[in-house]
């Protein structure tokens, strides 16, 4: 129970389905999470990325905001307003699809604003981890040393290996969820609970033949 209470739980902006964009639109992980050509990793999409299938003109949508009386900060009374020029661009099926969807466009891609999605794994400003480094790493070669690794990642990433290696590290199979689990904030640091911790990057390395001098991680 004493280690529970040091944590926070913190919910992302808004609902996101990874399920909708990856089982029903067909898009694959690196769709929105990618390498750019100078190896660096993108991380989070931006707007940029969403509004390829999330197609509304922000002005056209701001002018019919306008056009009803409405102030624009006030994202309630725009989403309660259901202007077609916002309806008309929802691609999600559910009420609460739409409800998240509506939530989106309002909030941030009309308004010109990136989600400020909460890191699940943000790392201190003196650790550097490389994604491309890691990316060749195979489930599937590494279920030899399950036991080995079974305190450094999920023991159950071995039994279904998937063909990206995101659940060694990221939460397992959010590829298939409908809802973002909350970020369990450390009410001291600052950092969620999933941080990668040093000793577990050490431990990997080691079994890996990789090297632990303090100029890998930290630069």
């Known amino acids: 129970m004493i280690p529970g209470l040091f944590f926070k739980k913190v919910e992302q902006p808004f609902r996101f389905s990874h399920a909708i964009h990856v089982e029903d639109q067909g898009l694959d992980c690196d769709s929105c999470h990618y390498f750019r050509d100078d190896g660096s990793f993108s991380g989070f999409p931006t707007n940029e990325?969403?509004?390829?299938?999330?197609?509304i003109d922000p002005e056209e949508a701001m002018e019919a905001i306008a056009e009803a009386g409405i102030d624009p900060n006030d994202y309630e009374a725009i989403m309660q307003a259901k202007l077609d020029v916002i309806e008309d661009s929802i691609l999600s099926a559910s009420e609460e699809d739409i409800q998240a969807e509506r939530e989106y466009l309002v909030k941030y891609l009309i308004q010109g604003k990136e989600v400020p999605w909460l890191n699940y794994q943000y790392q201190p400003d003196n650790v550097y981890f490389s994604h491309q480094a890691h990316a060749e790493l195979d489930i599937a070669e590494l279920a030899s040393m399950k036991n080995e690794l079974a305190r450094v990642v999920d023991k159950s990433v071995f039994d279904e290996p998937a063909e990206q290696n995101c659940n060694l590290c990221h939460l397992k199979d959010v590829h298939t969820s409908n809802d973002l689990p909350p970020l369990e904030r450390n009410i001291l640091s600052g950092y969620s609970k999933m941080t990668m911790k040093m000793w577990k990057c050490e431990r990997c390395h080691a079994l890996m033949g990789q090297s632990?001098?303090?100029?890998?991680?930290?630069k």
């Open 49 to 55: 990325a969403c509004e390829d299938c999330h197609a």
């Open 212 to 218: 632990n001098a303090c100029y890998t991680c930290h």
